[in-house]
């Protein structure tokens, strides 16, 4: 059986800025964006947990349900692998975002990439080509938020009576 667990965001443990410090549509929130360079990406890539729970962005409350990592090629496409603690959790769906600074929303059913319903996976991987590397200009920057709805796999011992 498995049951929904919430909403999780990837989190840096040196980079992430808060989603409520950006005034887009929905950016009133919890969660975080990063602000990986490309280099930085190509060169290895950026990661962190995936945090559910971290209202107030309170990440001593939040529960780690897994990883994420994003990497970009030489040619600039980035993809984002999430592994999932697994079990107990797995992915209901996916959504990234990466964009240029100021954000304008930070609503997930509006980011870039959007997996739509998965069938409770341990990992995804988004596809080649779907995440270009902003070109941000005038002092901008690109900011990535790594967000997913994962599921909880609960196990439950049947009692029987005699």
């Known amino acids: 059986m498995t049951c929904s667990f919430g909403t ?3 989190f840096h443990l040196q980079n992430s800025t808060q989603l ?61 692998l999430y592994q999932l603690n697994f079990p107990p959790y797995s992915l209901a769906d996916v959504h990234v975002d990466l964009v240029c600074t100021p954000l304008a929303t930070c609503a997930p059913g509006q980011y870039t990439f959007n997996s739509g319903p998965l069938p409770n996976l341990p990992s995804y991987l988004t596809p080649p080509l779907a995440l270009p590397y902003p070109n941000c200009s005038g002092g901008s920057e690109a900011a990535l938020i790594v967000h997913a709805s994962p599921v909880s796999r609960l196990q439950m011992d049947r009692i029987v009576e005699t």
């Open 20 to 80: 409520n410090t950006q005034s887009g549509n929905g950016c009133n929130r919890w969660g975080w964006y990063e602000t990986p360079t490309l280099a930085t990406l190509q060169a290895g890539g950026f990661s962190g947990p995936l945090l559910v729970g971290a209202g107030g962005n309170d990440i001593s409350a939040a529960i780690d349900v897994g990883t994420w990592t994003a990497t970009a090629t030489l040619g600039g496409d980035v993809t984002v």
């Open 8 to 10: 999780a965001f990837g």
